[in-house]
């Protein structure tokens, strides 16, 4: 299976920061890569998928980029709504895996 | 537009068979441009995908649970579903219907439910 680390597991932030998750695959893979938003007792709400394209709907703070190994989600301005849970996914290859999750608090 | 809502009990038995239902309003399961799909995220761990379903002849399902898991369709009434059978409390975790994109559509899970915590103890 292929392992997804995310870094960090928790980052401390305020309204109007940058932030940037970084998330690293245990081995080369496609741009099939998707970044999540989760919030306890909601629907998570997809925000990136092909590494780098933004889901229709989706805010425009919110980028992705990278390839290989090392991918980034990185928030422009750190909105109050942002502040959750964010998690990567790979889909190059079965099992589909998730990293552990990056939880953005104030 | 798509709408997904998993239903089912919240505690289950050691060595029973977890039951869940996902019920579908807004679109088709039969449309033949998703997979329907399971994932589940144990309480303080990361999301862990369990399989998705396309159909009866095209389905897939993470190895670790493959021996136990079935996800099956009923087009009759817009609903899939999840069956894990001999459950231990490994299996207590919050479980998610999500649909999923197709690779060559951009892929990634991009409509879920709520999710539905499940536990499983006597």
């Known amino acids: 299976d292929i392992q997804m680390t995310q870094s960090p597991s928790t980052l401390s932030a305020s309204v109007g920061d940058r932030v940037t998750i970084t998330c690293r695959a245990s081995q080369t893979i496609s741009s099939c890569l998707a970044w999540y938003q989760l919030k306890p007792g909601k629907a998570p709400k997809l925000l990136i998928y092909q590494a780098s394209s933004l889901q229709n709907g989706v805010p425009s703070r919110f980028s992705g980029r990278g390839s290989g190994t090392e991918f980034t989600l990185t928030i422009s301005s750190l909105q109050p709504d942002d502040f959750a849970s964010y998690s990567c996914q790979q889909c190059d290859s079965y099992p589909w895996t998730f990293g552990q999750g990056t939880k953005v608090e104030i | 537009q798509v709408q997904l809502q998993e239903s089912g009990p919240g505690q289950v038995k050691p060595s029973q068979t977890l039951s869940l239902t996902c019920i579908v309003s807004?679109?088709?399961?039969?449309?033949?441009?998703?997979?329907w799909t399971w994932i589940r995220q144990h309480p303080g761990e990361g999301l862990e995908w369990i399989g998705s379903?396309?159909?009866?002849?095209?389905?897939y399902y993470n190895p670790s649970l493959k021996s136990r898991v079935t996800i099956s369709e009923d087009t009759s009434t817009k609903q899939f579903s999840l069956k894990l059978t001999s459950v231990t409390a490994a299996d207590t975790a919050v479980y998610y219907c999500?649909?999923?994109?197709?690779?060559?559509?951009?892929?990634?899970?991009?409509?879920w439910g709520q999710g539905t915590m499940v536990s499983v103890s006597s």
């Open positions: 807004g679109g088709s399961i039969t449309s033949g441009d998703y997979y």
């Open positions: 379903f396309y159909s009866s002849l095209s389905s």
């Open positions: 999500a649909r999923e994109r197709f690779i060559r559509d951009g892929g990634g899970f991009d409509v």
